[in-house]
């Protein structure tokens, strides 16, 4: 343009004047329609019947189921595995009347009672892991019958170890009674456990979360657990006397 000159005309200028109020006003409305959606939004909750709630729901069930099956899968093959061991071992005066039979039934334990044990480990170490609240609810409330276990379990190891370091009768008489209590207690207290797992325990909650046991320890000695330890203990005796007599032959194995 030249100089004085007007760059647009009034009929231009009021023609781009009119398009720059078409977008202000069509800036203004995505503004008010973008405020009003996240208004909506912010005050709109999740749906706890829709399809991704729903699926986390069963995810989790899910993983809870496979680890309850896990832990039991576990329990079993101790029970299966180490039942044995404290059958011969509640067995060894009946069955081996000599120190030679004696020596023969625990020779056959030998490679396998210390193995056995380690399904214990992983299936108190899966309970922690999977369920700590139950774990803490029944290590605490089970504290004295699981404490005897550990103890008899022990003594036991240790009675199967030192069993053969001295020669004299009497010093293996005292570690062959010590086998017999060790696996007769774990044999006992295992099915009274598990008898009172079945019928419930009296557990009452905590102010920070979780359950407590609140009995004491005579009241896990009902008849229906007293029960359950007879049952878990004829059944590791009859466990072990098919072990050693698939184990041995002879008089010992018809015996």
Do not use: C
């Not at 995505?30 to 729903?54: G, K, L, W």
């Not at 039942?83 to 067995?91: E, I, N, S």
């Amino acid at each position: 343009a030249k100089k004085g000159e007007s760059y647009m005309s009034k009929s231009q200028l009021n023609h781009f004047r009119t398009i720059l109020n078409e977008w202000k006003t069509e800036l203004s409305q995505d503004i008010d329609r973008t405020v009003h959606t996240m208004q909506d939004e912010a005050t709109i909750f999740a749906d706890p019947n829709d399809r991704a709630t729903q699926e986390s729901d069963m995810s989790l069930e899910m993983l809870q189921n496979v680890w309850i099956g896990l832990i039991a899968v576990l329990w079993m093959g101790y029970f299966v595995l180490e039942g044995f061991d404290f059958g011969v071992g509640v067995l060894l005066p009946v069955v081996a009347k000599t120190e030679a039979e004696r020596r023969t039934v625990l020779t056959a334990l030998g490679p396998v009672w210390d193995g056995n044990e380690v399904w214990l480990l992983v299936a108190g170490g899966a309970t922690f892991a999977a369920f700590p609240e139950w774990y803490a609810t029944l290590f605490s409330g089970f504290y004295l019958p699981l404490f005897l276990i550990l103890v008899a379990l022990i003594v036991r190891g240790v009675a199967f170890e030192y069993r053969s370091k001295h020669g004299d009768s009497q010093w293996r008489a005292r570690w062959d009674q010590l086998i017999v209590v060790g696996s007769f207690l774990p044999a006992l207290l295992w099915g009274v456990a598990f008898a009172n797992l079945v019928r419930g325990v009296e557990v009452s909650p905590l102010e920070g979360g979780g359950f407590i046991y609140t009995g004491g320890f005579f009241a896990l000695l009902h008849p229906f657990a007293l029960l359950g330890g007879l049952v878990t203990l004829s059944l590791f005796m009859t466990h072990g006397a098919i072990f050693v007599s698939l184990k041995t032959d002879g008089e010992l194995r018809y015996r």
